[in-house]
């Protein structure tokens, strides 16, 4: 096996440090930026079981990726709680050494049957998403009419359990900038980290258009007049959050801003869909086929050597591109088979 490199680093320096898992690609919701209904309606054809990635499959996928020096796992979905058992996949995924950190994104309203479980088996964080404040304005997004009080539930069972939760608010034009300000006011002083998402072209079907956009600026303007914030250093190399304090001491919020403010040049990521393709960039327009190469009968040196391989290749900067007007009709891959 050919010598690796230590860390394993890509075509243009970047380290491996994070795995993003997704178990699932279903969910309960059809948010209008992600799954919107028109086109995830009931007809839709999600994958069959025997198509995704087993637990057993994505261990060993993991431990491979540790080896190369993956730390963090994120298991996205979908929604990664409607993927039975999830709890004994954590529990293992913790057991392999050199993963330091495993956290889930979820949005929500399973966690009051689930954080528990998930504590036990070393879950440590989860990452709730949540759009707006405003029943009408939630309803509307999330496309099931479901109310706000099952993900606040979720949220409180989180706590209880003793997850570290963090927000994620996905802020558009048109759809919930009125949300801004009653989110913050919301959560500030409630130990829960709130995250604005600017508006992403993540997949094909969600409409994007820069115009949509509400940029970081913007966001912080808008809180700093009412609740002044202050910059607050990034707690890890490759961060995507840019981070604020409040400066009464109500805590922090982020903003994840690719759109505006690019931060290809520092990504350390890889994502696993859930059935079984490997995939460098969130904007990625096609996948490798590890789930394949696994059941064809690939052995764990091979596997090692196909995933350095597969990394030491890789050149993406989707973002920048974007600004640079480079990638304007890329196809890509849905942001269910992947995450976020």
């Known amino acids: 096996m050919p010598e690796k490199t230590s860390p394993t680093t890509d075509a243009l ?13 279903k969910c309960n919701f059809r948010c209008t930026y992600c799954m919107p209904k028109e086109i995830f309606g009931n007809d839709y054809a999600f994958l069959p079981e025997t198509e995704l990635l087993s637990f057993d499959e994505i261990i060993r996928i993991t431990n491979a990726f540790a080896k190369l020096g993956v730390e963090k796992i994120r ?16 529990a293992a995924l913790t057991e392999i050494p050199g993963i330091k950190d495993i956290a889930l994104t979820t949005n929500g309203i399973l966690l009051p049957k ?17 759009d707006a404040i405003d029943d009408d304005v939630f309803t509307e997004i999330n496309g099931r009419g479901v109310p706000i009080r099952p993900v606040l539930k979720g949220i409180e069972a989180a706590q209880k359990a003793g997850l570290q939760v963090k927000i994620n608010m996905v802020v558009k034009k048109g ?40 940029s970081k ?17 990034e707690n890890y190399y490759g961060e995507v959050a840019s981070r604020f304090r409040y400066k009464d001491g109500g805590g922090e919020i982020g903003v994840i801003s690719s759109v505006t403010d690019s931060f290809c040049g520092t990504c350390t990521r890889i994502r696993l869909s859930a059935d079984g393709k490997l995939y460098t960039c969130l904007f990625a327009s096609s996948g490798y086929d590890i789930r394949g190469k696994l059941r064809e009968g690939l052995t764990e040196e091979q596997l090692e050597r196909n995933l350095a391989s597969l990394w030491h290749r890789r050149t993406d900067r989707y973002s920048d591109e974007r600004a640079e007007k ?6 890509k891959i849905e942001m269910s088979y992947i995450g976020g």
């Open 13 to 25: 320096g970047r380290s491996l440090k994070d795995l993003r898992i997704s178990v699932i690609d």
């Open 75 to 90: 298991i996205t979905g979908g929604e990664p709680l409607l993927r039975k058992n999830l709890d004994q996949l954590i």
């Open 114 to 130: 689930r954080a528990v479980k998930l504590k036990e088996a070393g879950l440590k964080r989860v990452n709730i998403s949540l």
């Open 175 to 214: 759809m919930n900038e009125s949300q801004i300000l009653p989110m913050a006011r919301f959560f500030k002083g409630k130990d829960i980290i709130l995250r604005y998402i600017e508006f992403m072209d993540v997949g094909n079907h969600n409409g994007w258009d820069l115009k949509n956009v509400i």
């Open 217 to 233: 600026k913007q966001i912080i303007k808008q809180i700093n007049e009412e609740m002044p914030l202050e910059a607050a250093e």
């Open 326 to 331: 480079k990638n304007e009709n890329r196809k």
